[in-house]
């Protein structure tokens, strides 16, 4: 006999390796069960957020779901702003959680199907007699449609003992999308017409794109149709030919790769939502681009597109590159005739801005120069995005994982270290966060030490302020002491953590990753720079934002 939770433990175990939790009542039985009678890695974190950004962060920077775990009321109730974040950004993965009796709610319980609803994630109640049914269909749902999905335990059923554990058959995985529908195939022999004529075609790549393993069949396109090419921030290098690839597309982007793209006659969109950042608020293609969207969305996702494909973006990739072929000469192209090298090249400005403390390009590019290569980048929302997003180029699209961006959050960073260390054992694990974020996710700065140890590495860009508030709205004249930050010793938080912290307030400071990198991992500690910048100078991407908003 086994009770309700080793059921859900050893089913939910079968099939997901990685758990990220903190113990309360509602889950005490599922982390026994879990830890007594399951293979899982289980990774205790210090806040319940911590919990599912790590479990999100996991899925990002490795597409293996991942889940967490909290208990009911406050404990859930805490994930909240981490939950809409994973549903914002399309990630999978499995929140398990206590939940009130089937009796009814006690004075301290609170409608979480409802709050987690609001959010836009769906729950999975385990019943008396379905709990490993319940605990597929909900691993099931969250790989189907790509989002998170809360797993409820009520209380009276934790303990409850429901019989031997039996074997649920799946979870089930969809076929991917093909274009087999007549209009589909009519577009997509149209779309092939228009690339074979075009003289200046760009593919744009996504996020959904590198989901699909779309990289060969997109490469295989560029070559076919000789497209220059360019990624969202989520995609970058996702295709194979880097000589002929734009960088990143958006208000990320380089200016002169920018103004590429506006040349275009034909671009073509895979697996990208084509959302305002990207977009550069409408300007990223020029009026006369036609913009073709190929995605698995049931319609187009911007207004700006005039040609939409629904498919699996690999699939539709080879079958356009059949047609093509098909069609004999292609127009010449032009990406003999681009340096995509010198369209890629960012403004790294000079060491100090005008009021003396590092200015943020300079530090970033110099850290680009001294980071580990193989890394895997975390970051929190700020700012301080374009910088880490300009100057430190990820090796794949699973090497960088954004999270907080969708909802527009900060003070997610410190926890999604875990995720991506347990996720990528053996690479180094580079947090990107600012000092505004870094305070308000500070509870699990021991996760991330006690996680990632020798193999990871925090830069706080420290400017003493929440800077894209001072740009949006101290710039207009609105009262800026709401937005200012006493100047936090980050270098001290972190090594009262355990790890190694360092001031960082010339160029030269940044030696200290050499001398880091050099010694032994197993030597050495958790490394957080303190960089002291400028808040002067403001990132190409908050311009944009400036711009629309002013």
């Given amino acids: 006999m086994a009770h309700t939770s080793a059921h859900v433990a050893t089913t939910l175990t079968q099939h997901i390796d990685e758990v990220f939790g903190l113990m309360g009542n509602g889950n005490a039985y599922f982390l026994d069960a879990l830890l007594t009678s399951t293979s899982a890695h289980y990774t205790a974190v210090r806040h319940e957020a911590g919990a599912v950004v790590a479990a999100d962060a996991h899925f990002r920077t490795s597409g293996r779901i991942a889940a967490a775990t909290t208990t009911y009321g406050a404990g859930f109730t805490n994930t909240l702003t981490a939950l809409a974040e994973a549903a914002q950004a ?84 969809a076929a991917a999308l093909a274009p087999t529908s007549e209009f589909a195939q009519i577009s997509l022999d149209r779309l092939a017409a228009e690339l074979a004529e075009a003289k200046r075609p760009v593919l744009l790549a996504g996020r959904g794109a590198w989901l699909a393993g779309a990289e060969d069949a997109l490469g295989a396109l560029a070559a076919a149709t000789r497209a220059l090419t360019t990624t969202t921030a989520l995609g970058r ?25 506006r040349e275009a006659d034909v671009a073509v969109v895979f697996g990208a939502s084509l959302n305002q950042f990207t977009m550069r608020f409408g300007e990223l293609f020029a009026p006369s681009t036609a913009v073709w969207q190929i995605d698995t969305d049931d319609r187009a996702t911007n207004s700006r597109v005039s040609g939409f494909i629904r498919s699996d973006a690999k699939l539709a990739a080879a079958e356009l590159v059949s047609r093509v072929k098909a069609r004999g000469a292609v127009a010449a192209g032009w990406r003999t005739d681009v340096d995509t090298t010198a369209d ?14 590092l200015d943020p390009r300079a ?43 969708a909802f527009q959050s900060i003070g997610l960073g410190w926890h999604s270290v875990a995720g991506a260390a347990r996720a990528n054992p053996e690479s180094t694990v580079v947090l990107a966060t600012g000092d505004g974020g870094g305070a308000m996710a500070l509870s699990d700065l021991d996760t991330a030490v006690r996680s990632a140890g020798g193999r990871g590495l925090a830069v706080v860009f420290n ?30 938080l972190a090594t009262a953590a355990g790890g190694h912290g360092v001031e960082v307030r010339s160029l030269a400071d940044l030696d200290v990753i050499d001398a880091w990198k050099t010694t032994p991992v197993e030597e050495r500690k958790f490394l957080v720079l303190d960089l002291r910048i400028s808040g002067a100078v403001i990132a190409p991407y908050q311009e944009e934002v400036i711009r629309v908003n002013s």
Avoid: C
């Fill in 237 to 261: 290098n996702l295709f194979p030919d880097a000589e002929f690839d734009l960088g990143v597309a958006g208000g990320f982007g380089a200016p002169a790769a920018m103004e590429r793209i």
């Fill in 363 to 405: 530090a970033a590019a110099r850290l680009g120069e001294l980071l580990p290569e193989d890394r895997v980048i975390v970051s929190d929302g700020g700012h301080f995005l374009g910088w880490a997003n300009m100057f430190w180029e990820p090796s794949a699209p699973d090497r960088l994982a954004m999270v907080g961006t």
């Fill in 463 to 492: 400017d003493a302020a929440y800077g894209a508030e001072v740009n949006l709205y101290g710039l207009k004249g609105l009262e800026k002491s709401p937005m200012l930050i006493d100047e936090i010793d980050f270098a001290a």
């Fill in 90 to 173: 399309k990630v999978p993965l499995v929140l398990v959680v206590g939940d009130e009796p089937t009796s009814g709610p006690r004075p301290w319980d609170v409608d979480q199907v409802a709050m987690a609803s609001a959010v836009g994630v769906r729950t999975y109640t385990v019943g008396r007699v379905d709990a490993a049914a319940a605990t597929i269909t909900a691993i099931e749902h969250a790989l189907t449609y790509r989002v998170p999905v809360v797993l409820a335990i009520p209380y009276d059923v934790a303990t409850l003992d429901i019989g031997d554990i039996p074997s649920v058959p799946g979870p089930g995985r």
């Fill in 344 to 357: 890629r090249v960012y403004d790294a400005g000079t060491e100090f801005a005008e009021d003396g403390r």
